[in-house]
């Protein structure tokens, strides 16, 4: 299955694949210490973190299991984030989630919930999930707001990667 939004837009987004030469335009998320604020794993620098993000984006991408999607703003054609659908295993059972990441000057502008939207959108139109899950940590507001603007609500809570999680899922219509 195609969980890529290659080529789809939104009102505001456009999705394409990442690129290696996004790298330096993305560093600027890991080098922010509320991107990973949240998050319990090994300390390294923000360059390790993004070659290893970098590193499962087109691993994903070449077994088939989703992921993220640059996300470019049309006014500007800059890059301003990271969206996507992705398979993933919690609790040992496997799930479809919508990923997202801004980059620290667009946040709170409405990015996320618009790109978090149009997958939501996309994997109900190509009936690629009965349901989607998003996996956010549980002290992070933002993302959480972002899933309830999105139609989900809080399903369970769970720990997920050494890290104490909300699920939260929205059921196709």
């Given at each position: 299955?195609n969980?890529?939004?290659?080529?789809?837009?939104?009102?505001?987004?456009?999705?394409?694949?990442?690129?290696?030469?996004?790298?330096?335009?993305?560093?600027?998320f890991?080098?922010?210490?509320?991107?990973?604020?949240?998050?319990?794993?090994?300390?390294?620098?923000?360059?390790?973190?993004?070659?290893?993000?970098?590193?499962?984006?087109?691993?994903?991408?070449?077994?088939?299991?989703?992921?993220?999607?640059a996300?470019l703003?049309?006014?500007?054609?800059?890059?301003?984030?990271q969206?996507?659908?992705?398979?993933?295993?919690?609790?040992?059972?496997?799930?479809?989630?919508?990923?997202?990441?801004?980059?620290?000057?667009?946040?709170?502008?409405?990015?996320?919930?618009?790109?978090?939207?149009?997958?939501?959108e996309?994997?109900?139109?190509?009936?690629?999930?009965?349901?989607?899950?998003?996996?956010?940590?549980?002290?992070?507001?933002?993302?959480?707001?972002?899933?309830?603007?999105n139609?989900?609500?809080?399903?369970?809570?769970?720990i997920?990667?050494?890290?104490?999680?909300?699920?939260?899922?929205?059921?196709?219509?």
């Amino acid at each position: 299955m195609n969980y890529l939004l290659t080529g789809e837009e939104s009102k505001r987004l456009k999705f394409r694949n990442i690129l290696d030469t996004d790298f330096e335009q993305w560093l600027p998320f890991h080098q922010d210490p509320a991107s990973s604020s949240h998050w319990i794993g090994e300390s390294v620098t923000a360059t390790e973190a993004c070659q290893k993000w970098f590193d499962k984006v087109f691993y994903r991408y070449s077994h088939n299991l989703g992921g993220m999607n640059a996300l470019l703003e049309k006014s500007s054609g800059k890059l301003i984030g990271q969206c996507g659908l992705l398979i993933q295993t919690v609790d040992g059972v496997q799930e479809l989630e919508i990923g997202y990441s801004l980059l620290p000057a667009y946040r709170n502008k409405g990015f996320a919930t618009e790109a978090a939207q149009k997958c939501k959108e996309y994997a109900f139109e190509h009936k690629l999930s009965p349901s989607l899950i998003s996996i956010i940590h549980i002290e992070n507001k933002a993302s959480q707001n972002v899933a309830i603007k999105n139609g989900m609500i809080r399903d369970r809570s769970t720990i997920y990667n050494q890290n104490p999680v909300y699920i939260y899922r929205v059921f196709s219509k």
